[in-house]
């Protein structure tokens, strides 16, 4: 597996599972991920600086575009209702 698949798979993990800090601060993509939603919504010059210094200008524009796919996903599910079929394992356990 890809260093990126190893990140994609661990940021997929549900949140009491997966690790969210690195030397104990939050991990830099999962900051740098919160930083750009909600009302104050735009990402600290620290907290970009820091994303682009660990993934660079195209991993900084793959988290978007992962974080807003994500998103949208979730909020498609969310909305509708869908739930797994009966006794279907649940994808991520």
């Known amino acids: 597996m890809s260093p990126w698949g190893q990140k994609i798979d ?16 939050l991990h830099p993509g999962i ?23 660990l993934f660079g200008e195209r991993g ?3 988290l978007i575009g992962v ?5 949208a996903v979730s909020m498609t599910l969310n909305v509708a209702q869908v739930i797994s079929p009966e006794g279907a394992p649940l994808p991520l356990k």
């Open 67 to 71: 974080s807003g796919y994500y998103t």
């Open 10 to 25: 661990e940021l997929a993990r549900p949140q009491f599972e997966r690790p969210v800090t690195v030397a104990g601060e």
């Open 31 to 53: 900051r740098f991920e919160r930083a750009g939603k909600g009302p104050n919504s735009a990402a600290t010059s620290g907290v970009l600086n820091r994303a682009l210094a």
């Open 60 to 62: 900084v524009v793959d």
